[in-house]
């Protein structure tokens, strides 16, 4: 079965960073797309998008929430897709979680959890004021 881990999520103040990793195995990593959401607590029904990569990293995609402050990339080489976050507040926080998508060339559809296949179990990513 294919598999992704994200890590890299903790604690932080306001105005701080973090990056999270994806460490994907048991698939071929460049077949995928990448994307980020989040679930804030409480919202158990709520998978927010935060970023997307297409598969040789030619086309980012944010939400307007991160534009400016998070940075999606990846390295094929290393099967992994970082997220790098600056200027997090506390409306950052959430359980982050990568997932995966077969996309063809013309997929435009990164926003939309339900196109992809395969998820990661999260990581917890708290802001403090």
């Known amino acids: 079965q294919p598999q992704l881990v994200e890590s890299g999520g903790g604690l932080v103040q306001a105005g701080g960073s973090l990056r999270l990793s994806c460490a994907a195995s048991r698939l071929t990593f460049t077949d995928y797309a990448m994307g980020w959401f989040r679930q804030v607590a409480g919202k158990e029904y709520e998978f927010a998008f935060v970023a997307a990569i297409t598969w040789n990293g030619d086309r980012t995609y944010y939400s307007d929430s991160v534009k400016g402050r998070f940075t999606i990339s990846r390295d094929n080489a290393e099967n992994t897709v970082y997220l790098q976050m600056h200027n997090l507040n506390p409306e950052d926080t959430a359980v982050y979680y990568c997932?995966?998508?077969?996309?063809?060339?013309?997929?435009?559809?990164?926003?939309?959890?339900?196109?992809?296949?395969?998820w990661g179990p999260g990581t917890q990513v708290t802001v403090s004021s």
């Open positions: 997932a995966a998508v077969q996309a063809p060339s013309n997929f435009d559809d990164f926003d939309n959890l339900n196109e992809y296949d395969v």
